[in-house]
């Protein structure tokens, strides 16, 4: 690096005035019009005032005795060199495309999706095949992923040679080192693309619609996640194809209620079903079954239905179907029917019944614990 200190004939702790007085000296002595045609003088005119120029400025003087030389033409620390070329050049700890070998491939791996797959209840519980449209990257057709028109190919790139970096010397306070920076021309692919597909415009890629077919298993839930590996969007150039991810949405449905591999419904039921026992009939995702409820069933009681629920995902089988039992108690009857009524009544002493509280471990305050305790 050039010492313009030695330049101007000044220690390197001179004073801006000092640095001043010897420029102005130097400048009369070797001016063309004083030196006239003497050897030498106008190249060294012009080596006083670039040292000048730099140690006559204080922030381009710091940069000099830092290593830098602000009068080159990259500027500041030799024309860009920075600390990370100083590891990069002497430890090799370049990281990115400043650390590539070669040339970068074009063809890169395309984008992830995520879809959201909306399923009804008779499809998580039994599983279901089902078609998933998708608007995603393709292969372009016109070009098959080489990003050129037909007919033509990608061309080496002339400045790097095909290498996709070019080097470059730069000064630095440890001397002359060299730096790799990735090619401006192809930006480091090592090829640049002479005439693009029209069709793709030069990405080896369109956007398209493609319809997914999947099988989805029982037992799925609401925030499944169904990966189809390399359907997702074609990378450029025809890169490899990301994933897809389907996110399974349940709908709510009219009647069941879906906990865990389980369902529930609510059954009502008269008054005298409940107290003289009856068989019915209940539709469930399977059809028409049976209930039967025994003499004497009380309100909030559950018939379980086993294998009737959902099926397990991770295993063979399927959960119960819990039929809770709500008793109809009539608010409007004849005179016939509320004499029956009364006759029962009287028939089992409940003319007048006295009110007798029930034991703690079944009554509606257990029940309401239980409730908010999750048992």
Known sequence: MTDYYEILGVPRDASPEQIKKAYRKLAREHHPDVAGTEAGSDDRFKDVSRAYDVLGNPEKRRAYDLGGDPSSPGGGMGGGFGFQDIFETFFGAATGAAAQRGPIPRARRGQ??????????????????KDVPVDTAVVCPTCSGS??????????CEVCGGRGSVQRVARSFLGQVMTTQPCAACHGFGTVIPEP????SGEGRVRSRRTLSVDVPAGVDTGTRIKLTGQGEVGPAGGPAGDVYLEVRERKHDTFVRRGDDLHATLEVPMTAAALGTVLMLDTLDGPREVDLRPGTQPSQVVSLKGLGVGHLHAAGRGDLHVHVEVHV??????????????LASLRGEERPEARLSASSSGVFSKLRDKLSGR
């Not at 992830?112 to 095949?129: P, Q």
């Not at 597909?197 to 793709?200: A, G, L, N």
């Not at 009539?330 to 006759?343: G, I, W, Y």
Request: hydrophobic share 35%; net charge negative.
């Open 112 to 129: 992830d999706a995520l879809v959201r797959l909306d399923l009804d209840l008779a499809d998580v519980t039994f599983g279901v095949h």
């Open 197 to 200: 597909c029209t069709e793709c």
């Open 330 to 343: 009539p608010t409007a009857m004849d005179d016939e029917q509320a004499e029956l009524l009364r006759r």
């Open 147 to 156: 990003c050129c028109r037909p007919g033509t190919s990608p061309r080496t």
